[in-house]
């Protein structure tokens, strides 16, 4: 079973910039898609960020060119660097891996909160 664990989340202003980690158990990066899904309150989880065994992302439109995704396979972490930071980018940050390279979600981290506000 693999066990993912996130932080970096905190309070910023808008226009600043927050790293998030995850770090994985066990090693899966090498076999799996990993992603970053975020959820505010009375909205639905939506997909922030892919980054697949082959090297290859997908970023979520509001957050293209402000998001970055990586992965460390020898620290077996997947980081999520965010810049430029809204409001509205304010929610729980949740770090999933395994199953589809769409829509990774066979595992999943209990998230970290990221609060966007002056």
């Known amino acids: 079973q693999v066990q993912l664990v996130e932080s970096g989340g905190g309070l910023v202003q808008p226009g600043g910039s927050l790293r998030l980690s995850c770090k994985a158990s066990?090693?899966?990066?090498?076999?799996?898609?990993m992603g970053w899904y975020r959820q505010a309150p009375g909205k639905q989880r939506e997909l922030v960020a892919v980054i697949r065994s082959s090297g290859s992302t997908y970023y979520e439109p509001s957050v293209k060119g402000r998001f970055t995704i990586s992965s460390d396979n020898a620290k077996n972490t997947v980081y999520l660097r965010m810049n430029s930071l809204k409001p509205e980018d304010t929610a729980t940050y949740l770090c999933a891996g395994g199953g589809s390279n769409w829509y990774p979600g066979d595992y999943w981290g209990q998230g970290t909160q990221v609060t966007v506000s002056s």
């Open positions: 066990g090693s899966i990066f090498s076999d799996y898609a």
